[in-house]
């Protein structure tokens, strides 16, 4: 059966009219309660609030929906983000939803750029940068004025993946900088400033003072998106990005083995500390897929990054398997929505980046 995503909103819509508020006969639409509805294939998100009077009777309504929009035809699954009223609220309350207001006391927006976004990672080598280049590509390929900044200092990629390691931004009378632009992206790395194999020893006030630098005296110009590359881990430079600018909020990538996500739990906790909405989950290298036949073999365990969104309730935006193809784009320069915006990378980025969009949108 082909999926009809009018006929499933045009469902969805219906039978959340239809459930009433606990002792009343308003419905639960026309009582504030849904914010948004997000259809994406077989998947349903409906973005929930509770008003202060109707917290008591929030478990049942949450069960209620999703029992009953799990009975539409064509509908696989279910997922209910919770919004809080107040950026104030508890962090245990918020379940990574996109709330209203700056990520942080006193942070700042970039002239400019309407949303910006953080892709993360609790531990170093689970593909965090292969996605965020991938995931800026993406947007741009949605019609979207996209800009990309790699903030891990201490291990620069993005040159080398967009093929322009040779490139140098110049400087204005006005004391900006003008990134680079590459593949219809503007672009701001420390790895365009340094010789080859350069390392970068610095203590971490000279990384954040250089952080701040490239957020706000770079001529990012329009942007409707900002990604930010992220260093591994939730240390100073994290922390920086939070307190200096406000986040549409953060997707954090993993690999399916219990070690990285240990990490990436502390990475959501530290952004839904910081009240920086978790727009989702990535799960890098779930399999490797066989060229030939299309087999995947799942070389670490299954389904660990799906777990993780579970159980702190954001959303899962999709698997990634291994492909020597992915590896081979990142080395050569040419990110892998720009060599095969189909495959199997390409094709969970044009999904991730479709409901990113959609989440933002409903913040």
């Not at 036949?293 to 291994?322: M, N, Q």
Request: hydrophobic share 40%; charged share 20%.
């Amino acid at each position: 059966m082909t999926f009809d995503k009018k006929l499933v909103v045009e469902a969805v819509n219906q039978l959340l009219d239809k459930i009433p508020v606990p002792g009343t006969s308003n419905s639960i639409k026309k009582a504030g309660v849904i914010q948004r509805v997000i259809v994406h294939e077989g998947e349903v998100t409906v973005v929930v609030q509770f008003p202060a009077g109707l917290t008591t009777h929030e478990g049942s309504i949450s069960t209620r929906i999703e029992d009953e929009l799990g009975t539409i035809e064509g509908v696989d699954k279910v997922t209910l983000l919770h919004r809080t009223e107040s950026p104030d609220a508890a962090p245990e309350a918020t379940s990574g939803a996109p709330g209203p207001g700056p990520s942080a006391v006193g942070a700042q927006e970039i002239p400019g750029v309407r949303h910006v976004i953080a892709v993360a990672s609790g531990k170093g080598g689970v593909g965090k940068s292969t996605v965020a280049v991938n995931l800026a590509l993406a947007l741009t390929a949605r019609g979207l004025r996209t800009g990309l900044l790699d903030a891990d200092v201490y291990g620069p990629s993005t040159p080398k993946m967009l093929g322009i390691e040779d490139a140098r931004p110049r400087a204005t009378e006005k004391e900006t900088i003008v990134p680079i632009a590459v593949h219809g992206l503007k672009t701001m790395s420390i790895g365009y400033l340094l010789e080859e194999d350069s390392p970068v020893i610095w203590r971490g006030p000279m990384v954040t003072g250089l952080l701040r630098q490239f957020l706000f005296q770079v001529e990012w110009g329009k942007l409707d998106y900002l990604v930010l590359d992220l260093p591994p881990g939730t240390g100073d430079a994290q922390l920086t990005l939070v307190q200096s600018i406000a986040l549409a909020g953060a997707v954090i990538v993993t690999t399916p083995q219990d070690v990285a996500l240990l990490d990436v739990q502390r990475g959501i906790q530290m952004f839904q500390r910081t009240n920086v909405p978790i727009l989702g989950v990535l799960e890098n290298m779930s399999g490797f897929e066989c060229s030939s036949c299309g087999h995947i073999t799942e070389i670490f365990r299954s389904g660990g990054g799906e777990d993780a969104a579970k159980r702190y309730s954001v959303p899962f935006l999709g698997k990634i398997p291994l492909e020597p193809a992915t590896a081979l784009s990142c080395d050569g320069g040419t990110p892998v929505m720009i060599s095969d915006p189909t495959g199997a990378l390409g094709s969970v980025m044009t999904s991730a980046s479709e409901q990113i969009v959609s989440l933002v949108a409903a913040s």
